[in-house]
């Protein structure tokens, strides 16, 4: 029997792939490939090899810049893989709960800040944080706390931790939502020998629930990280380029942004801008090897 070529497949791919390389796989490879380039003066482009990363990395001028970004994007990943994800999972496990009321309305809010535009949200949080015309002062004073009211996104210690918070805020709602599709595939039945078995809700959770969804959680962990590296919009919106107070909350993307396009006297270049960009790829790149090589191998022996 003859087989025929099977071009049905290449064209509902077809489409896709186009989309993929020209807005993704093309910049990407342009990127990297431009970071091994230098302009002139004149405006001359010329290959430099690794002379942009050694600048980077070496110079004070901007090493110094670079590894600041780079220590509070780590703190900004920490405060969301040690706030947000574990709330997550309470929160997961509590609407997973059988007989829950208004469970659908809860999930419904909890979820409804992730949709709204970063910029909207950082804007508003602004304004309820603000020591002149804010709510928290009042809101805080209601409940005997009024001491506790600070300016917390104008001082270098509290404003990249602030900052953080108000994104997990926003985007506690997506490992909710993944956490909850994974307790709901458990088999009932196992949750019901269980119960047969005397074996508490808080038995049941941690020797039944937490085992079977722990590949969703190295998921979201994993996602977790990769959306954090990538942050930019919610810095930007309230805090500006700079990552101000005196760039206590400069970020990867903040540099990279003042990196290449240049904000006020920094002049912008593609060439430096292409190299941080690198930089933040292989962060990445070099985070998510070590998940799968460390983390998710394990997971797959686990399940085996």
């Given amino acids: 029997m003859r087989r025929t070529f099977p071009w049905h497949i290449v064209v509902f791919l ?37 002379t942009n990363f050694i600048t980077l990395l070496g110079d004070d001028t901007w090493s110094d810049a670079f590894w600041n970004a780079m220590w509070n994007n780590t703190k900004f990943f920490i405060i969301h893989l040690l706030v947000q994800n574990p709330i997550g999972l309470a929160l997961a496990a509590l609407l ?15 979820f409804l800040p992730t949709l709204l535009s970063v ?8 304004l309820i944080l603000s020591p002149l015309w ?8 209601f409940f005997g706390l009024g001491f506790l009211f600070d300016a917390w996104l104008g001082k270098e210690s509290t404003a990249l931790v602030t900052l953080a918070l108000i994104s997990v805020w926003q985007f506690i709602g997506i490992p909710m939502m993944l956490i909850y599709a994974a307790m709901l595939s458990i088999p009932d039945d196992l949750i019901e020998a269980a119960h047969v078995d005397g074996a508490s809700p808080w038995r049941i959770f941690w020797s039944i629930r937490l085992p079977l969804i722990f590949p969703t959680l190295g998921l979201v962990t994993i996602l977790t990280f990769v959306g954090n590296f990538n942050a930019f919009e919610l810095i930007y919106a309230v805090k500006g380029a700079l990552g101000g107070p005196n760039f206590a909350t ?26 941080v960009a690198t930089m933040m790829f292989l962060v990445i790149l070099f985070g ?3 998940y799968f090589y460390f983390i998710q191998r394990r997971l797959t022996r686990y399940q085996l």
């Fill in 14 to 50: 077809a489409p896709a792939v186009l989309i993929y390389t020209v807005f993704s796989a093309y910049p990407l490879f342009d990127t990297l490939r431009l970071s091994f380039f230098t302009d002139s003066t004149s405006g001359e482009r010329s290959f430099a090899g690794l």
């Fill in 96 to 110: 997973s709960l059988k007989g829950l009321k208004g469970a659908r309305t809860y999930r419904t809010l909890i």
């Fill in 119 to 126: 910029v909207i949200i950082g804007f508003i949080w602004q």
């Fill in 134 to 141: 804010g709510v928290s002062e009042g809101f805080l004073e």
């Fill in 250 to 275: 400069d970020i990867l993307g903040t540099f990279f942004y003042r990196t290449f396009f240049g904000y006020q006297s920094q002049i912008g270049s593609a060439t430096m801008g292409a190299t």
């Fill in 288 to 290: 998510v090897m070590a």
